[in-house]
């Protein structure tokens, strides 16, 4: 499976953006998506994860109630909703597939077994 990540940008702070991952080829490996971000000189970081199949999610603390993760499986298309957006969200967002989903653990990296080229959001004051 291939993944490409789209709908990036410079915004203000307060300012929504909506991403995009298409996934292509493959996919019935395909059990759990993600988003993970990483800022200049920081860690990758986890951001959302959904389940593929039955729409179960799963939020990092710090966008919990900011960001909505959603799929639509006619288009093999998931979509990260941002909204009040801050400085920190500042970085490259990056989306993953994974071969199993649990909540527990979606925030693994290490789970994730492909990865998209990454997008760029900016966020300025």
């Known amino acids: 499976v291939q993944l490409a990540e789209s709908g990036g940008g410079l915004v203000q702070a307060g300012g929504s953006l909506r991403l995009s991952c298409a996934a292509s080829?493959?996919?019935?490996?395909?059990?759990?998506m993600g988003w993970f971000r990483q800022a200049p000189g920081k860690e990758r970081e986890f951001v959302a994860a959904?389940?593929?199949?039955?729409?179960?999610?799963y939020y990092a603390d710090s966008v919990k109630g900011r960001v909505t993760i959603s799929r639509v499986n006619a288009k093999n298309t998931v979509y990260l909703q941002m909204n009040s957006l801050k400085p920190e969200d500042t970085a490259v967002y990056y989306c993953?597939?994974?071969?199993?989903?649990?909540?527990?653990?979606?925030?693994?990296?290490?789970?994730?077994?492909?990865w998209g080229q990454g997008t760029q959001v900016t966020v300025f004051s």
């Open positions: 080829g493959p996919t019935l490996s395909v059990s759990a």
């Open positions: 993953a597939a994974g071969r199993s989903f649990d909540p527990r653990l979606s925030g693994d990296a290490a789970r994730y077994d492909k």
């Open positions: 959904i389940s593929w199949s039955g729409g179960r999610t």
